[in-house]
């Protein structure tokens, strides 16, 4: 008999163990799905951030570009760390680096008509690369946009013969 209610409480035990693991992988799922699915939700609030900074350095832009008399190219220089000297041919291989094509209503343009033409506008722009912040790009069908797009598939949408900046949520 004594054998019998240890053996009952060894099992009543294992029981015990095997509840206590359902309940705690069942936490575990709920807050692993939680936590997932913001991360789609951080992203686009980051999108958003960019959009209101793209406005503001296209305005800044434009009004450079009248400043300095409508000029076909412009430096946009974000990076901090490289600093450009007239005079060595490697300083004036960064300067074109730097160079940005600007359109005859004053808005810049990617120097190729593609995606990584698109992602290189968008770094002379903000100073960020779009990868570093999970977005991707791409030119719009009709050609005359470059689209960015977050993970939950928001996008800003960059009308380069306008200046336009759209935010597109999916909300």
Same mark, same amino acid.
């Given at each position: 008999?004594?054998?019998?209610?240890?053996?009952?409480? *060894?099992?009543?035990?294992?029981?015990?163990?095997?509840?206590?693991?359902?309940?705690?992988?069942?936490?575990?799922?709920?807050?692993?799905?939680?936590?997932?699915?913001?991360?789609? =939700?951080?992203?686009?609030?980051?999108?958003?951030? *960019?959009?209101?900074?793209?406005?503001?350095?296209?305005?800044?832009?434009?009004?450079?570009?009248?400043?300095?008399?409508?000029?076909?190219?412009?430096?946009?220089?974000?990076?901090?760390?490289?600093?450009?000297?007239?005079?060595?041919?490697? =300083?004036?291989?960064?300067?074109?680096? !730097?160079?940005?094509?600007? =359109?005859?209503?004053?808005? /810049?343009? /990617?120097?190729?008509?593609?995606?990584?033409?698109?992602?290189?506008?968008?770094?002379?722009?903000?100073?960020?690369?779009?990868?570093?912040?999970?977005?991707?790009?791409?030119?719009?069908?009709?050609?005359?946009?470059?689209?960015?797009?977050?993970?939950?598939?928001?996008?800003?949408?960059? !009308?380069?013969?306008?200046?336009?900046?759209?935010?597109?949520?999916?909300?």
């Amino acid at each position: 008999m004594l054998s019998q209610q240890k053996a009952d409480g *060894e099992l009543l035990k294992l029981f015990g163990n095997m509840v206590a693991i359902l309940l705690l992988l069942s936490v575990l799922g709920v807050l692993g799905t939680r936590y997932f699915s913001t991360l789609d =939700n951080i992203s686009a609030q980051g999108l958003r951030l *960019e959009h209101s900074r793209l406005l503001n350095v296209l305005n800044m832009i434009k009004a450079q570009w009248l400043a300095e008399g409508r000029p076909k190219q412009m430096m946009l220089d974000w990076d901090a760390n490289v600093s450009i000297h007239s005079g060595t041919s490697a =300083n004036q291989e960064a300067s074109d680096r !730097h160079l940005v094509s600007i =359109n005859e209503s004053g808005w /810049p343009m /990617p120097d190729k008509l593609n995606s990584a033409g698109c992602e290189r506008l968008w770094y002379h722009l903000l100073g960020t690369k779009p990868e570093a912040q999970q977005i991707l790009s791409s030119v719009g069908r009709e050609g005359v946009t470059c689209d960015y797009f977050a993970r939950n598939n928001d996008h800003i949408r960059y !009308h380069l013969t306008s200046g336009r900046v759209i935010l597109l949520t999916n909300e």
